[in-house]
């Protein structure tokens, strides 16, 4: 069976890609530009699935156009859509949100219209969405109020119009996450298509790429912070939104899980989080991994700021999510934080 990932080369789609190719799954990628296709195809382990005429990409330069991905969805039986804008300096909300619905809608439509002629081979359609359409204002009476996949973001579209360009670029990406979520299920509701559909939402995404740039300051923005810690750069302060953490190949097993036990996934979202992230447990960590890097990576205040099992303290004013569903529903544990970091140096020392 033939499964449609988009934005392809991306940190967490690539791994999606490999998840699916080693299930025995062909992938068709698509990317914006021949440049990402061409690095993707020269890497391994695209390169052996490339010349074993398992894995190809297309071009779709702009994911909102309406027939964009006409081409691209042919003879699908799944597609897991990953393209979204993702920045830190978004300024304009109008454009992120935009683009991020317009892509939802644009490939749901292409599948659409290739059904009507009866000969569609579409069976699961899955959406990497965030955990950002999940978490919202925490009912007022209980400040430990753990956030599941009932919750929806009910913050950020207020925010946006109150505050229009003036936005900060975190809540204009929540924003363009909740609404391209929301376009997934209103197609649902309106469309009633016969494939089923899931939304997987993860926290804060890292773990050991799978395509690696030539210059590591230009990794992925989430999973950059092992290498920024480990190359002895300053210790960043922690990052903006949710305070989870999750390893990028849980994700990618996610997304193939929707596919592969569709009826478990029909209709569901998947938070995944495996604990909490700290950006100082980073440097804890790698320094007793590398005691010869210890006069490198920078100590901060050791084991300050993180339990030893990645929970939120019973006091701490932190959001809480419930990490507990795709556990119970796959059967399978979440790589611990500690494994993610470990797993990432261990991938970045090709840049030592
Ligand atoms: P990457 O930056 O590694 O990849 C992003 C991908 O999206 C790239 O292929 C990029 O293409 C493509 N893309 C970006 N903007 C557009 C656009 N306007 N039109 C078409 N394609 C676009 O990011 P991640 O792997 O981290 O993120 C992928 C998805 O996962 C996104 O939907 C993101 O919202 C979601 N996500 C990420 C989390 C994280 O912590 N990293 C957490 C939760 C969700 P190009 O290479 O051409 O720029």
């Known amino acids: 069976p033939l499964v449609l990932v988009t934005a392809v080369n991306g940190f967490i789609a690539s791994w999606t890609a490999k998840a ?49 991905f006409d081409e691209a969805v042919r003879g699908c039986h799944a597609i897991a859509h990953t393209a979204s804008p993702m920045s830190l300096n978004f300024s304009d909300p109008e454009p992120v949100i935009n683009t991020a619905v317009k892509g939802v809608r644009s490939v749901l439509d292409s599948v659409h219209l290739s059904s009507g002629s009866g000969t569609s081979t579409m069976k699961s359609f899955v959406l990497l969405s ?16 753990r956030f599941t996949e009932a919750d929806w973001d009910n913050v950020s579209q207020n925010e946006v119009a109150r505050l229009g360009k003036q936005t900060p670029s975190m809540m204009i990406y929540k924003a363009s996450k909740t609404a391209a979520e929301r376009a997934m299920w209103d197609f649902q509701r309106d469309k009633k298509p016969t494939f089923t559909m ?17 210059n590591p300051e230009d990794l992925n923005i989430t999973a950059k912070v092992v290498w920024t810690i480990f190359s002895g750069q300053e210790i960043p302060a922690p990052f903006g939104g949710s305070n989870g953490a999750v390893d990028v190949r849980d994700v990618a097993r996610l997304i193939l899980f929707a596919v592969q036990e569709k009826e478990k ?6 938070i995944a989080a495996s604990g909490v992230r700290s950006e100082q447990a980073v440097a804890d960590i790698l ?13 901060g205040t050791p084991g300050v700021g993180y339990l030893p099992d990645y ?12 990490n507990t569903k795709a556990v119970r529903v796959t059967g399978k544990e979440w790589i611990s934080p500690k494994q993610s970091i470990i797993d990432a140096a261990k991938a970045f020392e090709r840049y030592l």
Do not use: C
Not at 208 to 214: H, K, M, T
């Open 287 to 299: 320094r007793e991994a590398y005691p010869d890097r210890r006069d490198i990576i920078k100590e």
């Open 198 to 214: 899931t939304a997987v939402n993860p926290v804060y995404v890292w773990g050991p790429p799978v395509l690696f740039p030539e």
């Open 311 to 322: 929970s939120v303290p019973e006091d701490s004013p932190a959001v809480r999510i419930d």
């Open 20 to 68: 699916f190719l080693d299930a025995g799954y062909n992938v068709r990628g698509t990317t914006r530009s021949a440049k990402s296709s061409h690095s993707m195809l020269e890497a391994e382990p695209f390169k052996s699935y490339a010349s074993a005429g398992r894995f190809t990409i297309v071009q779709v330069p702009d994911i909102t156009l309406p027939g964009a």
């Open 265 to 270: 996934a029909d209709n569901q979202r998947f």
């Open 130 to 145: 965030s955990i950002a359409a999940v978490i919202g204002k925490k009912p007022e009476d209980n400040a430990a109020y």
